[in-house]
């Protein structure tokens, strides 16, 4: 079946400009997660969502950062302004639940964002 | 959150069986361990779970001692394609919802 879809892929912006990016998680899934891999770095936690609420944004690194989930589906992470430090490949995975469940996430492949 | 440590980097070689050890000395009673593979320009790819002693899947073993302190994640017979960073994680049920954090990973090289 179809997997956890991220877009775009690769995502070159200039320094200052805002960005989109987008997760489309499998189907059914309530719980959604993104996270940051800088290169060569481990997965660094950003926010959480289950269904449309996200009781845990502790990750977002400055209020630069925002993330909305609609319909309990699609997902988008959101930089304004971006900097030269924010390039790195962001990650998106789902889970089936999210409460007091062991599931394992499902990953997406990533948007490799490069800021010039 | 239980942190977990484990080596930066193993090298193997092809054929060879590798164990990769992972540390958790506070975890909690409630808490699972999974294990995660990333292959460079993807995401991570869920291996294997277990809560104690052996587990065993398609892919790898994972032996887990009584006390819970650890874990081993056992690859038999590695080929090149198992050239990946393997993470360790635990607290899965942590604060009452699933925050899943990744520590740094252990990077394997498999060697012809």
């Known amino acids: 079946g179809a997997g956890v879809s991220q877009s775009p892929s690769n995502k070159v912006t200039e320094k200052g400009k805002d960005v989109e990016l987008r997760c489309d998680p499998i189907?059914?899934?309530?719980?959604l997660y993104w996270y940051r891999q800088s290169l060569g770095q481990g997965l660094e936690f950003l926010i959480y969502?289950?269904?449309?609420?996200?009781?845990?944004k502790s990750g977002l690194p400055s209020d630069r950062f925002s993330a909305e989930r609609t319909g309990g589906s699609v997902s988008t992470l959101t930089i304004q302004r971006t900097q030269q430090e924010d390039s790195a490949v962001y990650l998106c995975?789902?889970?089936?639940?999210?409460?007091?469940?062991?599931?394992?996430?499902?990953f997406g492949n990533g948007t490799r964002l490069t800021v010039t | 959150l239980a942190k977990t440590t484990q080596p930066i980097s193993m090298d193997s070689y092809e054929g060879q069986e590798v164990n990769i050890t992972c540390s958790h000395n506070?975890?909690?009673?409630?808490?699972?361990i999974t294990w995660y593979q990333q292959f460079p320009s993807q995401g991570p790819r869920f291996i294997i779970q277990g809560y104690k002693t052996k587990v065993t899947n398609e892919v790898a073993s994972l032996f887990i001692p009584a006390d819970r302190k650890s874990s081993t994640l056992s690859l038999p017979r590695v080929s090149l394609s198992d050239t990946a960073v393997y993470y360790c994680?635990?607290?899965?049920?942590?604060?009452?919802?699933?925050?899943?954090?990744f520590g740094t990973g252990t990077k394997l090289q498999v060697i012809p």
């Open positions: 994680l635990v607290g899965l049920n942590s604060g009452g919802y699933q925050k899943v954090t």
């Open positions: 995975a789902s889970s089936p639940m999210g409460r007091s469940d062991n599931s394992p996430l499902h």
């Open positions: 506070n975890i909690a009673t409630n808490d699972y």
């Open positions: 189907s059914g899934h309530t719980a």
């Open positions: 969502f289950q269904g449309n609420s996200a009781p845990d």
